[in-house]
């Protein structure tokens, strides 16, 4: 039996991008934060119609789910109202009014379906019960009825490639060839070899253990199941009429109790190659190879999505999202999310999650990335929308380490500017925007200090496990291995939110030992102590990365034109350190420019002559940004953004 692997955060695992890609008056605890006036409104000047150039986003349709802000919910880690250490359905409802004044629109909750929790809820064992730890079904009746009280809308994660295999479908597939549900799973006979020994139907590799098969053999029935990412989970057969029938009554029977959409998990593995072929040898001296040519994006995935949408999703008003590692080809990516003739309204790619990732070594990797590399991933997923497309927006999730850790410097002295920056980028982008828990107050990665016994995820475990079997204490390879997994461990992304400065950083009451241990760092990085200051505006001395989220969510409706529907084009894109960009539309005589110094260290940047900056609006080092000169060359400090309203002038677009 191989051994338990979590499948929790395998993005980085599946994917292989097709890109390979001085003093500071921030440094500050809480309690030097001033309190200042009510944000108001930045005056808007009247449109122009001499800018007939810019004219996508004129024409781009304006369903719901474009101009929002998706907040997804880590349910273990965001709130625990019982006393047990662990974050429940009730936790989430309790804190609606901090994120609805955030600016968030829709809430979009991890798994909260029973199950063994092997895969942290993505081995679910019923669709129509409630994980009991995360509480009962009234439980999410109250939470749908209050998020809607607030105008909010409500998604659920929809996992539908592989159930558990304690889900009573897998068992009942499992009691004999005969069984009624047998092909509601993928099963086949096992091949021998030379010398008559047992193996596998192929060659296939499990995605998180390459050195593993991905079928598990059943000494019941004496056949393999294909269970891509753990023998916990097993891929349901979506050729079986009967199981995409099933699928679409689980579908509707949440969509009947209010929920606004799915978000879907590993969507485009649901149609695989039926003859299920070896896989090509790319890492020879291996027994088993990467399979995802034939158990990725398969010939009838269109049908499938096709029919979800004709018989259930269509018949709602709902937002769509599929995750879809191993999609690189654009053509492929445009046919899902094709305007009206699309199946789904966006999906995830992760491009800019491989930037600092060797793929042929996995998640626990790491090289340097590089502002070209991202410039041109993000460049292409822009493209999307001039093709009828439409992107999401997003640097974290429950899978994926903190962003200011990995992206910018997450030190004492350039945090919160770097939260800024990272804010700055991905709300002036055109797309749907998801943040994910916490972001929002620039947590950061688990201490350096931590020894990897305070890990709790399966993977990192696993990893450090074999780590210590195979480097002596004291090797320069474990030292390596150690500051690869402090460096992209999911458990960075779920360590329990910081509430407030209390015991256990108000994730739980105090003398209640949390599920996980919460971050050394929750005394001054907390909820509590950034919304204490009042909201902000772009005069503001100092600003906390809460507030400067919730300023930079009401620009972006404000000027929805230009950031969320406008057009992109980068500007000076062949600086080292400093992406620029600009969005334009035909609907409004501004254009915006975002200038992000990813960097620790002072860049210039030239504003083109052919822009004059009305305003910078944003800026990571708050008004002493925004006071900038507006035209000619400006001196960007370490890890500082800004956004600017420019006019165009005679040289202009």
């Not at 689980?250 to 969507?267: E, N, P, Q, T, Y």
């Not at 999703?313 to 995750?323: A, Q, R």
């Not at 070209?372 to 999401?392: A, E, F, V, Y």
């Amino acid at each position: 039996m191989r051994r338990e692997i979590s499948i929790a955060g395998r993005l980085l695992t599946k994917c292989r991008p097709s890109v390979r890609l001085s003093y500071n008056p921030f440094a500050q605890t809480p309690g030097n934060w001033p309190r200042m006036s009510r944000f108001s409104s930045i005056p808007r000047p009247e449109p122009s119609t001499a800018m007939d150039t810019r004219n996508h986003c004129a024409k781009a349709d304006r369903r719901w789910w474009k101009n929002t802000v998706v907040y997804q919910i880590y349910p273990a880690s965001f709130k625990d109202t019982d006393g047990d250490g662990l974050g429940n359905i009730n936790g989430i409802t309790e804190k609606l009014d901090y994120l609805s004044e955030l600016g968030v629109e829709v809430l979009w909750l991890s798994p909260i379906y029973r199950s063994p929790q092997k895969d942290m809820g993505y081995d679910i064992s019923n669709y129509y019960a409630i994980h009991p730890p995360f509480g009962t079904m009234d439980d999410v009746h109250r939470l749908i009825a209050e998020v809607k009280r607030r105008g909010m809308k409500l998604v659920m994660d929809l996992v539908v490639n592989h159930t558990s295999t304690e889900h009573p479908w897998f068992v009942e597939s499992a009691v004999s060839k005969e069984s009624l549900r047998r092909n509601w799973y993928i099963w086949r006979p096992p091949k021998y070899d030379k010398e008559g020994h047992r193996q596998p139907p192929n060659n296939w590799a499990c995605l998180l253990d390459e050195s593993e098969s991905a079928w598990t053999y059943h000494s019941g029935t004496e056949e393999y199941y294909l269970s891509l990412f753990s023998p916990y989970q097993a891929d349901l057969n979506w050729e079986n009429a009967d199981v995409r029938a099933e699928v679409h009554d689980v579908a509707r029977f949440w969509l009947d109790k209010g929920v606004s959409g799915f978000r879907m998990d590993v969507i485009n593995l649901i149609s695989k190659d039926q003859r299920f072929p070896d896989a090509e040898i790319l890492h020879p001296g291996k027994k088993y190879q990467p399979g995802d040519k034939y158990f990725a994006n398969g010939a009838r995935l269109t049908d499938y999505l096709q029919e979800l949408k004709e018989k259930v999703l269509s018949k709602y008003d709902i937002l769509t999202v599929g995750e879809m590692p191993f999609l690189e080809d654009e053509e492929q990516q445009l046919e899902i999310v094709k305007a009206e003739e699309g199946y789904l309204d966006m999906i995830f790619t992760f491009e800019m999650m491989g930037l600092d990732m060797v793929s042929e070594e996995g998640r626990f990797s790491f090289r340097p990335w590089s502002v070209d590399g991202l410039r041109k991933t993000i460049d292409k997923t822009q493209s999307m929308t001039t093709k009828m497309g439409w992107p999401s927006l997003f640097c974290e999730n429950h899978d994926q380490p903190r962003s200011v850790s990995r992206w910018c410097d997450d030190s004492a002295a350039h945090r919160v500017c770097g939260s800024k920056l990272l804010c700055m980028m991905q709300t002036s982008l055109t797309g749907t925007l998801y943040v994910y828990q916490g972001e929002e107050l620039g947590m950061r990665n688990i201490p350096a200090t931590w020894e990897p016994e305070e890990y709790k995820d399966v993977e990192s475990v696993s990893y450090w496990t074999h780590v210590c079997s195979t480097w002596p204490d004291g090797s320069p390879e474990r030292k390596r291995a150690k500051d690869l997994l402090r460096r992209k461990a999911r458990d960075n992304a779920r360590t329990p939110f910081q509430w407030d400065s209390t015991s256990n950083g108000g994730f739980c009451a105090a003398g209640v030992k949390p599920w996980m241990r919460v971050n050394d760092d929750y005394p001054w990085v907390n909820a509590a102590a950034q919304v204490a200051v009042a909201r902000a505006n772009e005069k503001t001395a100092i600003v906390p990365p809460y507030r400067f989220w919730q300023r930079a969510l009401d620009i972006r409706k404000q000027y929805a034109n230009l950031f969320v529907y406008g057009d992109f084009e980068l500007i000076q894109n062949t600086h080292p350190t400093v992406f620029g960009f600009k969005k334009s539309c035909i609907q409004e005589s501004d254009v915006s420019i975002t200038v992000l110094n990813f960097s620790g260290k002072e860049a210039e940047f030239m504003v083109p002559a052919e822009y004059q900056v009305r305003r910078w609006v944003m800026g990571s080092y708050d008004s002493l940004s925004t006071e900038k000169p507006k035209e000619g060359l400006i001196s960007l400090l370490p890890w500082e953004g800004l956004v600017g309203l420019c006019k165009v002038g005679a040289n202009g677009t």
